[in-house]
């Protein structure tokens, strides 16, 4: 969360040409010239608009001319009339058709208008999504040690918000300012052939206004989105600090000091908020005040320096003109204002993209439904569970001293081995190197003679792991068993078999909802031995091949540890047991058990051989009356 608060109070004043060059770059480059594509379609309309008001000013003089018998029709226009005339209308016709062909326009860029930017939007939403899996999924595939390094709120808000944010805010509003600017363009081209003078005043009025706005509005809405993306990641935070210490909290009687705090952050949020939303109604307040004192100002010079219908004509083409253009303008500067608010927000998505720049891999697709009900049934006969471990050593990011420092193991096909040791030892981090989750930075791992990626790819449900704390989803316990699994392959024998196994089936029978009982977030509603029995069911649902326990048992009461402990002792010759341990009476049958100290292997072979090997271990075995 450091970085993304650092990035937050040093960036926001970055161009906003530099932020929609970061947005840009979030996007294949296929993607970026179909949007390119597309903004150049939207300012093409830019041409009806002129045509449009160029029409709107041939009625009002035409119009001017048929009530005034003595008015002479200027020039420029005499040759459309003589046109008309030679086709037999006269000048009151030929001024109902101009109206019709203006009206045409107008509504038709308005038609074209509202079409152009509803496709934009869904290609803006669809690329947001597109970004938002593309994120996730290679977030997912980096070693956990990148994750780890991130705060869990800072990911969320960066693959969802930030990058709607980045996307739909800050390129959709580069799409307004591009087709809004050449609209802009063309307008000002074609008045200033008309009339030099009054398009140079009222482009320098504009831009002075537009100036003054931006240089008062720019800085204080980026600070606004920088001020809305913090706080909403604190108080996320905050929020779920507050609900998961709940006990701690109360017992101490810190509940009010942490209500104070989620009070400030929403009072904050809220106060950002109500800015932003004011910010993005200047320019609308602004503007209206601008088109009455450029109205004045053009209606004084014109009839200072010009005849009468020559005034009139002019007049009514810059105030034409001008309805079109002021809405452009404050469009124009709206999304000014967006980009830099919405920069705040889009700051976690680019600190996240950087940290997976140059990141291909993807999480593959998932199986079909034949294929996971193939898998689920499948025996894993050609997979041999015999683990490898060949002179590995790892050193975690950031160097420091090296967690493991050359270890080598065999641990046999349907054998057990305990990982044991004091805290720090390196047992948990050679765990992860089995599974795959953390990569050696040294020698390797093999399981049944294969990468253990390859393995899990290649036998998926072989290998099952049980984590020191249990991740429970918020649902039924059939939810949690068959995790992420799709309703269709879930055999609800299956799991009662799994749950027996872990002996968490008698508690269920006595539920009356059954395997439909709903355990809360987080399992909330089930005690701490429940949590890791549920956590063990969830392993053994698709009878693996290698079970690795990560102290797994330490929330089981006594009893209960012994019935776990014989349903393991079960598993012997039919499945490999890996158990990362502290409790040395659960393993001390185990065909292996390996003492790790400061990442080194001290030994390994059956219990009594390490007692005599190891001089900690067998204080430690003492020490509990083995």
């Known amino acids: 969360m450091s970085k993304l608060i650092y990035w937050l109070k040093t960036k926001t004043h970055a161009g906003v040409a530099g932020e929609v060059h970061q947005a840009l770059q979030l996007l294949p480059r296929k993607v970026q010239r179909r949007f390119g594509l597309l903004v150049g379609v939207q300012m093409l309309t830019a041409f009806l608009d002129l045509a449009g008001v160029l029409l709107v000013t041939v009625v009002g003089v035409l119009a001017l001319s048929s009530v005034s018998p003595g008015t002479a029709v200027p020039a420029q226009l005499q040759s459309l009339v003589n046109l008309g005339t030679d086709h037999g209308l006269d000048i009151n016709q030929i001024t109902i058709i101009a109206a019709y062909l203006a009206a045409f326009f107008l509504i038709a860029k308005s038609v074209l208008g509202s079409l152009l930017t509803r496709r934009a939007l869904r290609f803006l939403a669809n690329q947001q999504a597109a970004l938002s899996v593309s994120l996730a999924s290679r977030l997912l595939c980096q070693p ?31 799409a ?109 307040f602004v503007f209206e005040s601008t088109l009455v004192v450029g109205a004045v100002i053009l209606a004084t010079v014109q009839v200072a320096i ?86 590995v050593e790892y050193v975690y990011p950031g160097g420091g001293a090296a967690a493991l420092k050359d270890i080598s193991l065999h641990v046999e096909a349907g054998s057990s081995l305990a990982l044991v040791g004091s805290t720090g030892a390196g047992k948990s981090t050679l765990a992860d190197i089995m599974l795959g989750i953390l990569a050696p930075s040294a020698g390797g791992v093999e399981l049944g003679g294969r990468h253990p990626h390859d393995a899990t790819r290649i036998w998926p449900g072989a290998v099952a792991y049980v984590p020191q704390q249990v991740m429970l989803v918020d649902g039924t316990v059939r939810d949690n068993v068959a995790l992420g699994l799709p309703a269709e392959v879930i055999e609800d024998d299956r799991i009662w078999q799994a749950l027996q196994d872990a002996h968490l089936a008698d508690f269920l029978r006595d539920s009356r909802e059954g395997l439909d009982t709903v355990i809360g977030e987080r399992g909330v509603r089930l005690s701490g031995g429940q949590r890791q029995r549920l956590g063990l069911d969830r392993a053994l649902f698709t009878r693996p091949k290698i079970l690795v326990l990560d102290e797994a048992t330490s929330a089981l009461d006594a009893q209960t540890e012994v019935s776990i402990s014989r349903v393991i002792n079960e598993l012997h010759g039919k499945v490999t047991v890996v158990v990362v341990a502290h409790r040395l009476a659960t393993v001390r049958e185990f065909d292996q058990i390996a003492y790790l100290e400061h990442g080194q292997l001290m030994w390994a072979g059956r219990f009594e051989e390490v007692r005599l090997r190891v001089p900690e271990f067998d204080a430690q075995a003492r020490i509990l009356g083995l």
């Open 144 to 174: 956990i040690t990148v994750i780890q390094e991130r705060h869990s709120m800072t990911t969320a808000y960066a693959v969802v918000q930030g990058a709607t944010s980045a996307i739909v805010g800050i390129l959709g509003s580069a």
């Open 176 to 284: 307004t300012i591009v087709t809004e600017s050449t609209l802009l363009i063309i307008f000002g081209i074609t008045l200033f052939v008309i009339n030099p003078i009054l398009t140079l005043i009222a482009m320098g009025f504009l831009a002075a206004v537009g100036l003054v706005l931006q240089l008062t509005l720019g800085g204080w809405s980026a600070r606004v989105g920088a001020i809305n993306a913090r706080t909403a990641i604190r108080g996320n935070t905050v929020i779920q600090e507050t609900l998961g210490s709940y006990r701690e909290i109360s017992v101490s009687n810190r509940m009010g000091l942490y209500a104070q705090r989620i009070r400030e952050l929403v009072i904050a949020g809220a106060h950002s908020q109500a800015d932003g939303a004011f910010i993005g109604q200047v320019p609308k």
């Open 306 to 391: 010009s005849d009468t219908v020559t005034a009139i004509g002019t007049m009514v083409l810059f105030l034409a003109s001008g309805s079109r253009v002021l809405p452009s303008i404050m469009r124009l500067q709206t999304s000014f204002i967006t980009i830099k608010s919405a920069s705040g927000g889009a700051g976690a998505t680019f600190e996240l993209a950087r940290t997976l720049q140059g990141s291909t891999a993807i999480v593959p697709d998932p199986s079909s439904i034949e294929e996971l009900c193939k898998e689920l049934n499948s025996d894993y006969d050609d997979f041999l569970p015999s683990i490898d471990i060949n002179r």
